[in-house]
Protein backbone atom coordinates (compact mmCIF):
# COMPACT_ATOMS: atom_id res chain seq x y z
CA UNK A 1 0.00 0.00 0.00
CA UNK A 2 1.49 3.43 -0.98
CA UNK A 3 2.12 5.52 2.07
CA UNK A 4 0.08 9.18 2.11
CA UNK A 5 2.06 12.52 2.00
CA UNK A 6 1.22 16.01 2.44
CA UNK A 7 2.10 17.62 -0.49
CA UNK A 8 1.33 21.65 -0.34
CA UNK A 9 -2.01 21.14 1.34
CA UNK A 10 -2.97 18.19 0.58
CA UNK A 11 -2.84 14.92 1.25
CA UNK A 12 -2.76 11.95 -1.62
CA UNK A 13 -0.76 8.66 -2.18
CA UNK A 14 2.85 9.03 -2.79
CA UNK A 15 2.38 7.32 -6.23
CA UNK A 16 0.51 10.24 -7.10
CA UNK A 17 2.59 12.92 -5.69
CA UNK A 18 4.05 15.58 -8.11
CA UNK A 19 7.18 17.89 -8.20
CA UNK A 20 8.27 20.50 -10.90
CA UNK A 21 10.97 19.45 -12.65
CA UNK A 22 12.30 22.86 -12.82
CA UNK A 23 12.07 22.61 -7.95
CA UNK A 24 15.14 24.28 -6.90
CA UNK A 25 15.07 21.55 -4.58
CA UNK A 26 15.37 18.96 -6.55
CA UNK A 27 17.69 20.78 -9.31
CA UNK A 28 20.37 22.59 -6.68
CA UNK A 29 19.78 20.96 -3.19
CA UNK A 30 17.73 24.56 -2.61
CA UNK A 31 15.82 24.49 0.50
CA UNK A 32 15.46 23.02 4.18
CA UNK A 33 14.27 20.07 5.85
CA UNK A 34 13.13 19.26 9.45
CA UNK A 35 13.21 15.09 10.66
CA UNK A 36 11.73 13.98 13.78
CA UNK A 37 9.57 11.15 15.49
CA UNK A 38 6.03 10.55 16.45
CA UNK A 39 5.61 8.10 19.91
CA UNK A 40 1.67 6.96 20.34
CA UNK A 41 0.85 9.04 17.27
CA UNK A 42 2.41 12.54 18.64
CA UNK A 43 5.07 14.23 17.20
CA UNK A 44 7.62 14.70 19.79
CA UNK A 45 8.91 17.95 20.56
CA UNK A 46 7.34 19.68 17.32
CA UNK A 47 7.51 23.16 18.58
CA UNK A 48 11.29 23.23 18.88
CA UNK A 49 11.53 21.32 15.68
CA UNK A 50 9.46 24.09 13.99
CA UNK A 51 11.41 26.47 15.93
CA UNK A 52 14.42 25.79 14.18
CA UNK A 53 12.61 25.15 10.87
CA UNK A 54 12.07 29.30 11.07
CA UNK A 55 15.91 29.80 11.88
CA UNK A 56 16.87 27.58 8.96
CA UNK A 57 14.33 29.68 6.92
CA UNK A 58 15.37 33.28 7.73
CA UNK A 59 19.05 31.87 6.75
CA UNK A 60 18.08 30.54 3.94
CA UNK A 61 15.33 33.36 2.16
CA UNK A 62 12.47 30.92 2.97
CA UNK A 63 9.13 31.83 4.12
CA UNK A 64 8.57 29.55 6.98
CA UNK A 65 5.18 27.57 7.60
CA UNK A 66 3.14 28.71 10.82
CA UNK A 67 3.69 26.42 13.93
CA UNK A 68 0.02 25.66 13.27
CA UNK A 69 0.34 24.64 9.25
CA UNK A 70 3.53 22.76 10.82
CA UNK A 71 1.51 20.57 13.28
CA UNK A 72 -1.61 20.52 10.75
CA UNK A 73 0.72 18.85 8.42
CA UNK A 74 2.72 16.08 10.50
CA UNK A 75 -0.80 15.03 12.62
CA UNK A 76 -2.57 14.70 9.20
CA UNK A 77 0.40 12.11 7.74
CA UNK A 78 0.22 10.29 10.95
CA UNK A 79 -3.16 10.01 11.02
CA UNK A 80 -3.41 9.24 7.40
CA UNK A 81 -1.14 6.21 7.63
CA UNK A 82 -2.60 4.75 10.68
CA UNK A 83 1.03 5.50 12.18
CA UNK A 84 1.20 4.90 15.74
CA UNK A 85 5.59 5.59 16.40
CA UNK A 86 6.96 7.02 13.06
CA UNK A 87 9.78 9.02 11.08
CA UNK A 88 8.66 11.83 10.25
CA UNK A 89 9.91 14.69 7.59
CA UNK A 90 9.04 17.94 6.61
CA UNK A 91 10.55 19.17 3.34
CA UNK A 92 10.72 22.86 1.80
CA UNK A 93 12.15 24.24 -0.87
CA UNK A 94 12.51 27.43 -2.98
CA UNK A 95 10.09 25.86 -5.24
CA UNK A 96 10.56 27.43 -8.90
CA UNK A 97 11.40 31.00 -7.98
CA UNK A 98 14.51 32.08 -9.13
CA UNK A 99 17.96 30.95 -7.27
CA UNK A 100 18.99 33.21 -4.18
CA UNK A 101 15.65 34.94 -4.80
CA UNK A 102 13.40 35.33 -1.66
CA UNK A 103 10.18 33.14 -1.80
CA UNK A 104 7.34 32.98 -0.42
CA UNK A 105 4.96 30.34 0.58
CA UNK A 106 2.51 30.30 -1.92
CA UNK A 107 5.43 29.76 -4.06
CA UNK A 108 7.24 27.17 -2.42
CA UNK A 109 7.25 23.25 -2.07
CA UNK A 110 6.20 22.27 1.70
CA UNK A 111 6.08 18.29 1.79
CA UNK A 112 5.69 16.39 4.97
CA UNK A 113 6.07 12.37 5.18
CA UNK A 114 5.39 10.03 7.97
CA UNK A 115 7.08 5.97 7.52
CA UNK A 116 7.25 3.49 10.38
CA UNK A 117 9.84 4.28 12.90
CA UNK A 118 13.03 1.49 12.38
CA UNK A 119 15.19 0.58 15.27
CA UNK A 120 18.49 1.66 15.08
CA UNK A 121 20.95 -0.87 16.56
CA UNK A 122 21.66 -0.84 20.72
CA UNK A 123 25.09 0.40 19.82
CA UNK A 124 26.40 2.33 17.31
CA UNK A 125 30.25 2.35 15.43
CA UNK A 126 31.51 5.39 14.65
CA UNK A 127 34.61 6.94 12.67
CA UNK A 128 36.34 10.01 12.11
CA UNK A 129 35.97 10.92 8.48
CA UNK A 130 38.88 12.32 6.59
CA UNK A 131 36.82 15.72 5.76
CA UNK A 132 36.22 18.47 8.03
CA UNK A 133 32.55 20.99 8.32
CA UNK A 134 33.33 24.32 7.37
CA UNK A 135 31.80 26.46 11.21
CA UNK A 136 32.22 29.24 8.76
CA UNK A 137 30.18 28.35 6.19
CA UNK A 138 26.82 29.65 4.60
CA UNK A 139 25.14 26.75 5.58
CA UNK A 140 26.73 26.48 9.37
CA UNK A 141 23.30 25.86 11.54
CA UNK A 142 21.09 25.55 8.83
CA UNK A 143 19.12 22.11 8.09
CA UNK A 144 20.14 22.49 4.44
CA UNK A 145 19.13 20.03 1.97
CA UNK A 146 22.82 20.20 0.23
CA UNK A 147 23.37 16.70 1.84
CA UNK A 148 26.19 15.60 -0.28
CA UNK A 149 29.07 16.33 2.22
CA UNK A 150 27.84 14.52 4.72
CA UNK A 151 26.48 11.03 2.58
CA UNK A 152 30.22 11.25 1.28
CA UNK A 153 31.55 10.84 4.76
CA UNK A 154 28.49 8.72 5.75
CA UNK A 155 29.14 6.37 3.05
CA UNK A 156 32.90 6.75 4.15
CA UNK A 157 32.00 5.28 7.53
CA UNK A 158 30.08 2.26 5.80
CA UNK A 159 32.75 0.91 4.15
CA UNK A 160 34.48 0.87 7.14
CA UNK A 161 31.73 -1.03 9.00
CA UNK A 162 30.41 1.60 11.07
CA UNK A 163 27.36 3.71 10.89
CA UNK A 164 28.34 7.16 11.50
CA UNK A 165 30.90 9.34 10.64
CA UNK A 166 32.40 12.17 12.88
CA UNK A 167 33.34 15.48 11.67
CA UNK A 168 35.86 17.79 12.69
CA UNK A 169 35.72 21.37 12.06
CA UNK A 170 38.76 23.69 10.67
CA UNK A 171 40.22 23.99 13.87
CA UNK A 172 40.87 20.56 14.13
CA UNK A 173 38.38 20.51 16.90
CA UNK A 174 35.52 17.89 17.02
CA UNK A 175 32.75 18.83 15.52
CA UNK A 176 29.27 16.42 15.29
CA UNK A 177 28.26 13.43 13.41
CA UNK A 178 26.79 13.76 9.71
CA UNK A 179 23.29 13.40 11.34
CA UNK A 180 23.85 13.37 14.73
CA UNK A 181 25.47 15.49 18.00
CA UNK A 182 28.12 14.45 19.82
CA UNK A 183 28.94 13.77 23.36
CA UNK A 184 32.17 12.42 25.16
CA UNK A 185 32.81 11.66 28.88
CA UNK A 186 36.49 12.51 29.20
CA UNK A 187 37.93 11.91 32.96
CA UNK A 188 34.97 11.51 33.98
CA UNK A 189 33.08 15.02 32.74
CA UNK A 190 30.56 15.04 30.28
CA UNK A 191 31.24 17.71 27.20
CA UNK A 192 30.25 18.22 24.13
CA UNK A 193 31.11 20.68 21.57
CA UNK A 194 29.46 23.88 21.33
CA UNK A 195 27.68 25.42 18.55
CA UNK A 196 30.41 27.93 17.26
CA UNK A 197 32.10 24.32 16.36
CA UNK A 198 30.14 24.56 13.56
CA UNK A 199 27.64 21.70 14.59
CA UNK A 200 23.93 21.79 14.09
CA UNK A 201 21.80 22.86 17.03
CA UNK A 202 20.41 19.43 17.27
CA UNK A 203 16.76 18.94 19.36
CA UNK A 204 17.78 16.06 20.97
CA UNK A 205 21.07 17.74 21.86
CA UNK A 206 19.15 20.57 23.48
CA UNK A 207 16.70 18.72 24.82
CA UNK A 208 19.60 16.24 26.80
CA UNK A 209 21.58 19.27 28.08
CA UNK A 210 18.18 20.32 29.56
CA UNK A 211 17.27 16.44 31.07
CA UNK A 212 21.08 16.61 32.16
CA UNK A 213 20.67 20.13 34.42
CA UNK A 214 17.34 18.83 35.75
CA UNK A 215 18.83 16.11 37.12
CA UNK A 216 21.80 17.69 38.46
CA UNK A 217 24.13 15.55 35.98
CA UNK A 218 27.26 18.27 35.21
CA UNK A 219 28.02 18.85 31.20
CA UNK A 220 29.46 21.02 29.41
CA UNK A 221 30.02 22.76 26.12
CA UNK A 222 33.36 23.37 25.14
CA UNK A 223 35.65 22.58 22.24
CA UNK A 224 36.95 19.21 22.05
CA UNK A 225 40.36 18.31 20.69
CA UNK A 226 40.44 15.08 18.47
CA UNK A 227 42.78 13.62 20.60
CA UNK A 228 39.65 13.54 23.65
CA UNK A 229 38.21 10.11 21.15
CA UNK A 230 41.56 8.54 21.88
CA UNK A 231 41.05 9.42 25.55
CA UNK A 232 37.15 9.41 26.45
CA UNK A 233 35.61 6.54 28.54
CA UNK A 234 32.09 6.63 26.95
CA UNK A 235 30.52 7.95 23.83
CA UNK A 236 26.91 9.01 22.69
CA UNK A 237 25.16 10.34 20.04
CA UNK A 238 22.42 12.06 19.99
CA UNK A 239 19.28 13.27 17.21
CA UNK A 240 15.69 13.06 17.37
CA UNK A 241 14.97 8.80 15.85
CA UNK A 242 18.82 7.73 17.73
CA UNK A 243 18.08 9.65 20.68
CA UNK A 244 20.56 9.10 22.99
CA UNK A 245 22.32 6.10 21.23
CA UNK A 246 25.70 4.66 22.95
CA UNK A 247 28.93 4.29 21.20
CA UNK A 248 30.73 1.08 21.55
CA UNK A 249 33.61 1.70 18.84
CA UNK A 250 35.90 4.95 17.61
CA UNK A 251 38.21 3.90 14.88
CA UNK A 252 39.57 0.96 16.25
CA UNK A 253 39.27 1.67 19.89
CA UNK A 254 36.60 -0.15 21.54
CA UNK A 255 34.26 1.42 24.37
CA UNK A 256 31.93 0.01 26.83
CA UNK A 257 28.64 0.84 26.08
CA UNK A 258 26.47 2.41 27.46
CA UNK A 259 28.68 3.05 30.33
CA UNK A 260 27.65 4.36 33.41
CA UNK A 261 27.25 8.39 32.80
CA UNK A 262 25.09 7.45 29.40
CA UNK A 263 23.27 5.34 30.97
CA UNK A 264 22.26 8.15 33.49
CA UNK A 265 21.59 10.51 30.81
CA UNK A 266 19.41 7.86 28.79
CA UNK A 267 17.49 7.87 31.87
CA UNK A 268 16.91 11.64 32.17
CA UNK A 269 16.03 12.14 28.65
CA UNK A 270 13.18 9.73 29.05
CA UNK A 271 12.22 10.96 32.29
CA UNK A 272 12.32 14.38 30.52
CA UNK A 273 10.49 13.03 27.44
CA UNK A 274 7.75 11.36 29.99
CA UNK A 275 7.19 14.95 31.93
CA UNK A 276 6.80 16.87 28.59
CA UNK A 277 3.98 14.72 27.38
CA UNK A 278 2.22 14.77 30.62
CA UNK A 279 2.38 11.08 30.93
Known amino acids: ?42 PVAAGEHWRRLLNSCAKAGLEAPSENLFQAALQAVITANNLHDARLRVTLTRGESPPGSQSSLANQTFLATAVPLKPWPPVERVCLAPWTRNEKGALSGIKSLSYAENLMALAHARSLGC ?21 LVVAGRLITPP ?6 AGVTRALVLEACRREGLAVSEKPVPLDCLQDCEELFLTSSTREVHPVSQVD ?12 QVMQAYASLLLSSSGT
Open 1 to 42: MSSIVWLNGSLLPAAEARISPFDQGFLVGDGVFETLMARQSL
Open 163 to 183: GEALLADTRGELCEGTGSNVF
Open 195 to 200: LSSGCL
Open 252 to 263: ERLLTAPGPVTR
